[in-house]
C-alpha cells in the first residue's frame, strides 16, 4: 500500500493506493460520522456493492445504498436532486459520511451532494476506474453537466480520504483501461520527463493490469496531480496545465457527440494535437511529438482525430469551453517533454493542425480501437 | 461612512455602511470582471433596480437585469436552476461578478448560485432590508430551502463585498424593520452588554430610521458577527451561539406556517423564550430576562408565543432543526447578559417554558404587532 497525502487550501486528505484497500473501507470511516450513504450505479453495485456495504459497516455504523442511474446522461440537476432528497427523507444530518463508490461520473456527483446538503457534509471517494483513480478522485472538482455543457454547475470541495484498490480494475473493459492511461501519461507530457520514459517501459504491463506497476503509475499520477492542486487548488493559474489535450479532447467529444469517445480516448488524441501545435508555436522537438503520439497508440488510445465539420466547427466548440476567457481560446502547450504552459496561438498553426484532421477523413480516424 | 473588514478562511472583504452607497455602486465591481449580472425581485426592482443597475454601468461593464419571484416560498432549487440557465444561455463566463439586490431570499440564492455557477464566481451582496443588512450578507451562509425544510441545501461561500445603504430601508414597511431590529439586540445579548445598553437607549430613533443610530447599530452588529464568523467560518462550534432565539423562532415559524410571522419576528420571541430557559438552566438573573422582554417589545416585536398544539409538537418542530445532533436538542443560553453558551438542557425547565405559551391561548399571545 502507498499514500499520498493533499494539501489545498479547502483541507488535507491522504489517497491510499493498494490491492484490497475495498474491504478495508470501515477504517477510513470517522468515528464521530452518525451514518453512511453509500452512493453507487447499479453496474458497480452488481461487482462491489455488497463488499463496500460490509466493509463499511465494520466501522459500526449504519449504512444505507442509494444507487443512481449508470452514464454521464445521467450526472444532472435530476439525479443531484434525487440524492438530496433521499438524504433529507431519511433524515441524514450534519454528521453522515457520504461513500462515492464508482466511476468519475459517481465521484463528482455525489461529491457535489456532500458540498451542498445542509451546507457541506463529509465525503469518502472510492474510485472504480482507472481515470477516476489518477484524475477526477483528486482535486476537489465536484458537479453536474447542463444542457450547455459538461460540469458547468459544481463546487470545489475536497473529500476526506481516497481509497484506491487496484483489483477493481480487474472488472473494467480494456478500453477504459487505455481510456485512464491517456491521463496517465499526461502526468509525464507536462510534469514529469522521467515518469513519461517509464511508461513508455511500461505500457504492455500497464495495459495488462500488473499490479505493481499499476500501484507505482496510479501513485505518481495522484502525486503529480496533489502537487499542481496543492499549489493552485481554484484553477487561477498553474492548475490549468492539468487541462493539456482537453480543449482539442473536448470538441471531439462534443463534436461526435459524448459517449461516443471515451474521455479518456479523447484526451489522449487530443495530446497528439496540443503536441503537434507545441512544435509549431513553441518549440516542442518533432521527435517528443512523434514519442507521444507512439506512447498514445501504444497503451491502445485513437491518435487520429475525426474531421468533424472543418476546422470552423472545431474552433466553435472548442470556444464554449469554460476556459476561454473575453472570447480568446488558450491552449496548454509544451516547449519540452515534461513542461507545460498555458497561452493563446497564432491562427496560422492552429488552422495547420485542425486542416490535417481532414486528410484523415476517408482512413479509419475517428473510430476507436475495439 | 463606516467599513467593516471580514476575515474568514475562506476569504476576506469590506462591509461599507452609510448612506447613499447604492449610487456608489461602480466602484465595488473588480476592474477584471466580465459581466454583471444584476439580481433581484419585481418589488426591490421597482424602487432601486434602475438606480443600481445605472451606478453599476459606471463602471463600464455590461449589465443585465434579472428578476426572480419575491419571497421565501421562491427561494428554491427551481428559482436558482432558472439563474444558473439564463447565466449559461447568455454565455456568462468565470470572469463575471454576480449582484444580489434584495432581501435575505435574494442574498442566498444569489450567493448560491455564485458559489456553485462554473464551480465558483464572485459576488457582490447589497442587502436592501435591515435583517439582510445585519444577518445575512455577514458570514457566507447561501442556500435554498426544500420542502424538508430551510436552507437545507446551500454552501459556505463568501461574496467580495457588502454595500449597505441606509436610505433603503425608508421604503422598507415599519413590521419588518422590527423583525431586523430584533437581530441587532441580539448581538447585545449574546456579545456585548454595552451594546444591549445602548440599544435599551436607543430603540425609539432606531424604529424611527434615525441615520446616525441606523449606522452605528448595523455597523456594531456586522462586527460582532464578522468577529464570531471569522473564528469560525463552517458552525463547527462558537458560531451557534448566533443561533440565539433561533430554536423556538424556528418552531414559530414552522408551528404557524412560514410567513405567518417574520424570521425576525420569531427570533424576537424565541430569544425571551431562550432568556427564560437560561434563568432556569445557567443562572441567568430575572432582571436581565425581563430587560430582555422589554427590549423585544420596544422595538417593536411580539413577546408572547403562541401555545401551537402544546409541548410535544414545539419540541417536534425543534427536533427538525440542522443543529440537532444526534437526536437531542441544543440550545443557546445566556449565563449572563452578553455572554452565551451552547448545551443541552434537562427536560423539567424546559417543559416549563413551552407550558407557559399555553397559558396565552386566549389572550393576544401569536399575533404580531399590526
Given at each position: 500500500m502507498q499514500q499520498v497525502d493533499v494539501n489545498t487550501a479547502g483541507g488535507s486528505y491522504p489517497i491510499r493506493i493498494g490491492k484490497g484497500r475495498l474491504d478495508a473501507l470501515g477504517d477510513a470511516v470517522p468515528a464521530d460520522a452518525s451514518r453512511i450513504a453509500l452512493v453507487t450505479n447499479p453496474t458497480v453495485a452488481e461487482h462491489y456493492g455488497e463488499r463496500a456495504r460490509r466493509a463499511l459497516a465494520d466501522s459500526g455504523k449504519e449504512v444505507t445504498l442509494l444507487t443512481v442511474p449508470d452514464g454521464e446522461a445521467?450526472?444532472?440537476?435530476?439525479?443531484l436532486q434525487h440524492i438530496l432528497d433521499t438524504l433529507l427523507q431519511q433524515r441524514f444530518d450534519r454528521r453522515c459520511?457520504?461513500?462515492?463508490?464508482g466511476?468519475?461520473?459517481?465521484?463528482?456527483?455525489?461529491?457535489?451532494?456532500?458540498a451542498i446538503f445542509l451546507r457541506g457534509v463529509r465525503f469518502l471517494q472510492v474510485p472504480t476506474t482507472l481515470l477516476a483513480q489518477v484524475d477526477s478522485s483528486v482535486?476537489?472538482?465536484?458537479?453536474?453537466n447542463h444542457v450547455s455543457g459538461k460540469n458547468l454547475i459544481g463546487a470545489f470541495y475536497q473529500p476526506i480520504g481516497v481509497e484506491i484498490d487496484t483489483d477493481l480494475l480487474r472488472t473494467l473493459p480494456s478500453r477504459e483501461v487505455s481510456a485512464g492511461l491517456a491521463e496517465v501519461i499526461k502526468y509525464g507530457c507536462?510534469?514529469?520527463a522521467e515518469f513519461f520514459a517509464w511508461c513508455e517501459q511500461h505500457a504492455a504491463d500497464l495495459r495488462a493490469l500488473d499490479p505493481a506497476a499499476l500501484q507505482y503509475a496510479i501513485a505518481r499520477s495522484c502525486e503529480l496531480k496533489a502537487q499542481v492542486v496543492g499549489r493552485d487548488e481554484r484553477e487561477s493559474g498553474e492548475r490549468a496545465i492539468l487541462n493539456f489535450g482537453h480543449t482539442f479532447g473536448h470538441a471531439i467529444e462534443a463534436g461526435l457527440g459524448f459517449g461516443e469517445w471515451l474521455h479518456g480516448e479523447a484526451v489522449g488524441c487530443g495530446m497528439v494535437m496540443a503536441a503537434q501545435l507545441s512544435s509549431l508555436t513553441c518549440g516542442l522537438p518533432t521527435?517528443?511529438?512523434?514519442?507521444?503520439?507512439?506512447l498514445v497508440a501504444a497503451i491502445g488510445c485513437p491518435v487520429q482525430a475525426p474531421p468533424?465539420?472543418?476546422p470552423q466547427q472545431w474552433v466553435e466548440l472548442m470556444q464554449g469551453d469554460k476556459k476561454v476567457?473575453?472570447?480568446q481560446i488558450r491552449f496548454v502547450l509544451l516547449p519540452e517533454l515534461g513542461r507545460a504552459q498555458v497561452s493563446a496561438v497564432p491562427n496560422g498553426p492552429l488552422q495547420e493542425v485542425l486542416e490535417a484532421t481532414r486528410n484523415l477523413a476517408a482512413s479509419s480516424a475517428g473510430v476507436p480501437p475495439a
Amino acid at each position: 500500500m502507498q499514500q499520498v497525502d493533499v494539501n489545498t487550501a479547502g483541507g488535507s486528505y491522504p489517497i491510499r493506493i493498494g490491492k484490497g484497500r475495498l474491504d478495508a473501507l470501515g477504517d477510513a470511516v470517522p468515528a464521530d460520522a452518525s451514518r453512511i450513504a453509500l452512493v453507487t450505479n447499479p453496474t458497480v453495485a452488481e461487482h462491489y456493492g455488497e463488499r463496500a456495504r460490509r466493509a463499511l459497516a465494520d466501522s459500526g455504523k449504519e449504512v444505507t445504498l442509494l444507487t443512481v442511474p449508470d452514464g454521464e446522461a445521467h450526472k444532472t440537476m435530476a439525479t443531484l436532486q434525487h440524492i438530496l432528497d433521499t438524504l433529507l427523507q431519511q433524515r441524514f444530518d450534519r454528521r453522515c459520511l457520504l461513500v462515492a463508490l464508482g466511476g468519475g461520473v459517481i465521484g463528482d456527483i455525489t461529491g457535489f451532494a456532500a458540498a451542498i446538503f445542509l451546507r457541506g457534509v463529509r465525503f469518502l471517494q472510492v474510485p472504480t476506474t482507472l481515470l477516476a483513480q489518477v484524475d477526477s478522485s483528486v482535486g476537489g472538482k465536484t458537479g453536474v453537466n447542463h444542457v450547455s455543457g459538461k460540469n458547468l454547475i459544481g463546487a470545489f470541495y475536497q473529500p476526506i480520504g481516497v481509497e484506491i484498490d487496484t483489483d477493481l480494475l480487474r472488472t473494467l473493459p480494456s478500453r477504459e483501461v487505455s481510456a485512464g492511461l491517456a491521463e496517465v501519461i499526461k502526468y509525464g507530457c507536462i510534469l514529469d520527463a522521467e515518469f513519461f520514459a517509464w511508461c513508455e517501459q511500461h505500457a504492455a504491463d500497464l495495459r495488462a493490469l500488473d499490479p505493481a506497476a499499476l500501484q507505482y503509475a496510479i501513485a505518481r499520477s495522484c502525486e503529480l496531480k496533489a502537487q499542481v492542486v496543492g499549489r493552485d487548488e481554484r484553477e487561477s493559474g498553474e492548475r490549468a496545465i492539468l487541462n493539456f489535450g482537453h480543449t482539442f479532447g473536448h470538441a471531439i467529444e462534443a463534436g461526435l457527440g459524448f459517449g461516443e469517445w471515451l474521455h479518456g480516448e479523447a484526451v489522449g488524441c487530443g495530446m497528439v494535437m496540443a503536441a503537434q501545435l507545441s512544435s509549431l508555436t513553441c518549440g516542442l522537438p518533432t521527435n517528443a511529438v512523434e514519442r507521444i503520439r507512439a506512447l498514445v497508440a501504444a497503451i491502445g488510445c485513437p491518435v487520429q482525430a475525426p474531421p468533424l465539420n472543418g476546422p470552423q466547427q472545431w474552433v466553435e466548440l472548442m470556444q464554449g469551453d469554460k476556459k476561454v476567457t473575453a472570447g480568446q481560446i488558450r491552449f496548454v502547450l509544451l516547449p519540452e517533454l515534461g513542461r507545460a504552459q498555458v497561452s493563446a496561438v497564432p491562427n496560422g498553426p492552429l488552422q495547420e493542425v485542425l486542416e490535417a484532421t481532414r486528410n484523415l477523413a476517408a482512413s479509419s480516424a475517428g473510430v476507436p480501437p475495439a
